[in-house]
């Protein structure tokens, strides 16, 4: 315990920093995998092929050696970025493969008949997406979208391997130091326990607030209970 008081701001640094690899990497993989789902269901087939290349490759390269090639390969080819924004770009390029393919199953849930309706009424492509398909895709992507955020979660340790002094890395230093292995591991093992599920938990609440009728489940159960206690 001596160790984890001397070393406590070492420790929180690492918290804070895995969790800003966490959020950078999980947002920018929204945004690039929102854009290339678009891509795979549009009706342009460079787009269509382009995105499926990016997905079948991204999505079968092991996080680390990614990371590996971005911190040591750009520099070869002049691009130089610290070590905290190669592992940023390695989570988010690596993510945005499996948020496209979240994405895009969720686009293929919506019937066909609602896409063209709003075709009918005037909407191209790119306003039935956003106003009708993307809006009625995004309840059954919550689920899939948190499991790639959890994915992002562990993935995020790997990044010690580049240098980048997140909890892992801070954890394997203690450890170098100390010889107190267990109780190092132990403390990582448990910051990325408790922001996985705190992930899921906000999923959860997401889930069940764009639910069809959540809301009014949510009151219903409410004044359930508070009937049964009077009951009772």
């Known amino acids: 315990m ?3 008081r001397e070393n406590l701001p070492l420790l929180l640094q690492g918290i804070g920093t895995t969790v800003a690899l966490t959020v950078l990497g999980y947002a920018f993989a929204l945004l690039l995998g ?3 789902a678009v891509a795979r269901v549009s009706p342009i087939p460079p787009l269509r092929g382009a995105a499926t290349v990016y997905v079948e490759i991204f999505r ?3 996080l680390l050696s990614l990371l590996i090639l971005i911190a040591f390969g750009l520099p070869d080819v002049g691009l130089l970025l610290p070590y905290f924004w190669c592992g940023v770009l390695g989570l988010t390029l690596s993510s945005a493969a499996f948020v496209c393919e979240n994405v895009r199953s969720g686009i293929n849930t919506v019937p066909v008949g609602h896409a063209e309706a709003a075709r009918s009424i005037g909407l191209g492509f790119f306003g039935t997406l956003r106003f009708v398909v993307l809006p009625q895709a995004f309840r059954s992507m919550v689920q899939p979208l948190v499991n790639v955020f959890i ?12 240098a980048v002094q997140e909890v892992t890395w801070v954890t394997q230093t203690l450890n170098i130091r100390y010889a107190q292995a267990v109780l ?14 705190g992930g899921a938990a906000l999923g959860g609440a997401i889930e069940r607030a764009v ?3 959540g809301r009014n489940r949510s009151s219903g159960r409410a004044a359930l209970d508070v009937t049964a206690g009077a009951q009772a």
Do not use: K
């Not at 995020?156 to 391997?161: D, G």
């Not at 190092?184 to 996985?196: Q, T």
């Open 2 to 4: 001596d160790a984890i």
């Open 211 to 213: 639910a069809p009728g």
């Open 60 to 62: 079968n390269i092991p």
């Open 34 to 36: 929102t854009v290339l």
């Open 151 to 162: 994915g992002t979660v562990i993935g995020s340790a790997l990044c010690s391997a580049i």
């Open 184 to 197: 190092m591991f132990m403390i990582a093992g448990a910051v990325y326990l408790i922001l996985s599920l």
